[in-house]
């Protein structure tokens, strides 16, 4: 008999919903008969929920992927001293194919996408009034996963032809037993991509403007001017990013620390300019930024000179700055149950002020207007004029260590020592590709390995 496999936590949380009253006797299982599960749309919230926590695995948006990427992408502006050996790698950028760091990544990716496709897969059961958001969620989840895995695995969109170079395996449907039929090969850079866009636009039509802390049709929005930016399509990416602002639910903070609140537990964290962060707390959920960033964790990641001088001299972003033990820190993500910060409303203005600006279009506002917006925020001067240079670097400085700086040096086109004096490796280097794994490999002889590996 096939057997659909779900989570144990997707389990426990559905005993957990039942009422205290009553006594259970009930059998722990690993898995559920096909036929049993996912049979009413509680069963579909459930598995919904389930899939929030598999996109924010410790490897995956918990943070650990975003620490990756920034270890990956730097050139002199972080300095590592940690004793993993795997993120070691990644700052040498010296990755072995049997990296268990690349492959909990990859796994914790197709994890989040496999429980979206079982909620896709019973999304007939689920009643009128929540199928096409919980639809909506499915795909917003399903198609984050898949945007941050076709960036850390295949060649970037600008990078040679997106049509005939390799992205990741597509799989929709849910895999319930390992057969050579689901054994797929990788689908096309451009083929992901167009998955992806698909999967948004579909849920930004499906999902409420208001979801509590789960997507929303604005976080579809916010995450399809963030694909669009990467893949260069200017006009779309303005204009998703130009619904995200013009809905007026969100607001950037006076003061730019208050973007990275360090609560007290009884606060979920989130703050008007978050657009989407995954929630964390005492029982539950994980910020990785803070295990690596934080003077108060393991403190590996410390901030260089080379990263210091990049700030003017007013620029209330050094706030967030700090010195312990002879070290600099980034105190971004320095309590250990804070949030993480996924979208924020400024990457929406700066995405808006890059593509009118490249497009020289005024959609929304002028690119000045928004960049000046940024600056005054974090209380810079406005400036008279400006160049596409001084919107990316803003970019830079206001999401610095968020999880942007490698995707950012790729789609640019150029050198990871780009805003500081020059020097690193160019945006084309293999050496900025993860490797696929090589235990996925052996397992599906279907799938190539990506060049310099």
């Known amino acids: ?79 590592w001293s940690g004793t993993y050996q795997q993120m070691t790698q990644m700052y040498n950028k ?44 499915a795909k917003f989840l399903r198609a984050a996963a898949y945007f941050e895995l076709v960036k850390m695995y ?50 930004e039509a499906k999902l409420p403007v208001s979801n509590g802390f789960f997507a929303t049709k604005n976080a579809a929005a916010a995450l399809l001017a963030r694909v669009y930016l990467q893949k260069r399509d200017y006009a779309n990416a303005r204009d998703a990013a130009n619904r995200v ?10 003061y730019y620390p208050d973007a990275f609140p360090y609560t007290d537990g009884g606060s979920n964290g989130t703050t008007t300019e978050d657009i989407f962060a995954l929630q964390v707390r005492a029982n539950s959920g994980t910020n990785d930024f803070q295990t690596y960033f934080s003077a108060d964790s393991r403190g590996d990641i410390t901030i260089s000179d080379d990263h210091l001088i990049l700030y ?4 209330e972003r050094q706030d967030l700055f700090y010195s312990s033990g002879g070290s600099v820190y980034n105190g971004k993500n320095d309590y250990v149950y804070a949030n993480v910060h996924t979208i924020r409303l400024a990457e929406m203005y700066l995405i808006r002020a890059e593509a009118n600006f490249r497009l020289g279009t005024v959609v ?12 005054n925020r974090v209380a810079l001067a406005s400036k008279g004029s400006i160049t596409l240079d001084d919107i990316l670097i803003e970019r830079k400085l206001e999401l610095a260590f968020e999880g942007f700086n490698l995707s950012d ?29 090589d235990r996925e490999i052996r397992v599906n002889p279907n799938l190539t390995q990506n060049e310099g590996y």
């Open 154 to 203: 295949a060649k970037d969109w600008s990078n040679g032809d997106p049509n005939t170079n390799d992205g990741v395996p597509l799989v929709l449907t849910p895999t319930r037993e390992i057969t050579d039929a689901n054994k797929v090969a990788r689908a096309k850079v451009a083929a992901v991509y167009g998955q992806i866009i698909a999967d948004l636009v579909d849920a």
């Open 245 to 254: 602002i013009t809905s007026n639910r969100y607001s950037l903070n006076g």
């Open 94 to 137: 010296t990755i072995p194919v049997n990296s268990t760091f690349v492959s909990a990544t990859w796994i914790s990716g197709y994890n989040a996408i496999n429980s979206a496709n079982n909620v896709l897969s019973a999304i007939g059961v689920v009643d009128a009034a929540n199928k096409n958001k919980y639809e909506g969620e």
């Open 1 to 79: 008999m096939k057997k659909n496999i779900y989570k144990l936590l997707f389990f426990t949380v559905l005993v957990s919903t039942v009422s205290c009253s009553k006594r259970l006797e009930i059998e722990p299982k690993q898995s559920i008969d096909q036929g049993q599960a996912l049979q009413t749309s509680g069963d579909v919230q459930v598995a919904l929920v389930g899939t929030y926590t598999q996109l924010g695995n410790v490897n995956f948006y918990g943070g650990q992927m975003f620490v990756m990427a920034e270890l990956l992408g730097d050139y002199n502006e972080l300095i």
């Open 312 to 315: 003017e001299a007013a620029d």
């Open 364 to 375: 929304g506002t002028t690119p000045l207007n928004d960049l000046n917006r940024i600056r």
């Open 409 to 437: 040096i790729k789609r640019l086109g150029v050198s990871t020592g780009y805003f500081t004096g020059g020097g690193g490796l160019a945006a084309t280097s293999p050496k900025l590709v993860l490797p696929i794994p």
